[in-house]
């Protein structure tokens, strides 16, 4: 991406409130300096991870909290879309239009914007520790009826 390019708000403040895993922020860098205007950007796990010098365990963890914090959002394999409001834009007015036709709820800038962060979140280790107490309790059965 070369060139002047505008966003439609200062958004690092709220993104900053949202205390993401430390390598969401690089991730979430990187993609912001090689997308798209409108944010759009074609990368998959591995080439993120080679340009970052992380695992790709850490790139996919840090992808799943910029998910869950609505600011990158996966459209298909290797191609993700960058939240208007922190997306690079050609001009001003481009950038302002793609921030007026976004849902009001999706905005950085909405209400309860870190809450609904911290919630999804919560719910998302719930859903962890949900699916490690079945296969737990999956084990013990099978062990029971090994032992039997």
Partial sequence: MSGLHFAAVNAEGIVADLD??????RVLLKMR???EP???IEVDQVTLAQMLGLSRAAV????????????VKKKRAGV???NPMLAAYLSPEDAVAAVKAM???ERLNSPGFVER???????YQDQLAEKRRRREDTKRRQNLKAVS
């Fill in 20 to 25: 993401l895993l430390p390598a969401a922020y």
């Fill in 33 to 35: 300096a090689h997308s």
């Fill in 38 to 40: 409108g944010g759009r």
């Fill in 60 to 71: 996919n963890a840090a992808l799943r909290d910029l998910d869950l914090a609505q600011l």
């Fill in 80 to 82: 993700y879309q960058i």
């Fill in 103 to 105: 849902p009001k709820n």
């Fill in 117 to 123: 962060y911290r919630m999804a979140v919560a719910a």
